[in-house]
């Protein structure tokens, strides 16, 4: 596909259970974020991958969050032991990868509406 | 710190009035700035963006934002709203050597006929 895609759409879970996010980006992007769009809230940044460099993790909220990027491309966010405070889109984006935010826009895919019973 | 206030939650206007929603921003340095469109059950689409030069940007849809520095405002615009327009709207700054756009809360906008 052309854009940004992410799977599951919709997830609904159980407190305690753990749940994985997947994003596809746009083919040849190198960059790659995740956010969290809260009820009320902002877009909160997650994480960022930029090629093989070490990931930015600074937005992880807690421990209990996690993602990958395997191979350069597809990327998977991983909750444990999901809280209901963690209901929320999780919207993935991506980008070429260049030096400057200005220049490099962002393409944000639909997103994963998270619910937690 | 870095900060994005939208201070309008939602906002009804008729269709074909103008449209003015209000950003204000916080940031260290000279920010980049950022208009994004969110419609139901789709990603979020990059309206326009401003760094430095004329302080009127254009964007896609008709839309445009003027930067003011005095007021560190970035207030988006579009003289005549259509139905289509309904949706809600991002603003987002970033700056040099950053990892990440920072959002505001979104302004959520509903056309009427």
């Known amino acids: 596909g052309a854009g940004v895609s992410q799977s599951p759409s919709n997830k609904v879970t159980e407190k305690g259970k753990d749940v994985e996010l997947r994003c596809d980006p746009i083919s040849g992007h190198t960059a790659l974020y995740w956010y969290r769009q809260s009820l009320g809230q902002g877009l909160e940044f997650l994480i960022y991958f930029q090629g093989n460099s070490a990931p930015d993790k600074s937005g992880l909220p807690s421990d209990r969050f996690s993602a990958e990027r395997t191979g350069g491309s597809v990327s998977t966010l991983t909750i444990q032991r999901t809280q209901q405070e963690d209901s929320a889109v999780y919207l993935c984006a991506s980008s070429r990868g260049r030096d400057s935010l200005f220049t490099d826009t962002q393409y944000f895919g639909p997103g994963t509406r998270l619910t937690v019973l | 710190a870095q900060s994005v206030t939208q201070p309008d939650i939602h906002i009804t206007v008729s269709e074909g009035a103008s449209l003015e929603l209000r950003c204000n921003y916080s940031?260290?340095?000279?920010?980049?700035l950022f208009w994004y469109v969110q419609s139901p059950g789709q990603g979020l689409q990059l309206l326009l963006k401003?760094?430095?030069?004329?302080?009127l940007v254009q964007g896609i849809k008709g839309f445009e934002a003027e930067f003011k520095r005095s007021q560190s405002s970035f207030n988006l615009r579009k003289p005549s709203v259509h139905w289509s327009d309904a949706a809600e709207y991002f603003c987002a700054a970033t700056g040099t050597g950053a990892n990440n756009l920072f959002f505001g809360t979104g302004t959520r906008l509903t056309v009427i006929p």
């Open positions: 401003y760094f430095s030069g004329d302080t």
């Open positions: 940031y260290g340095a000279t920010p980049y």
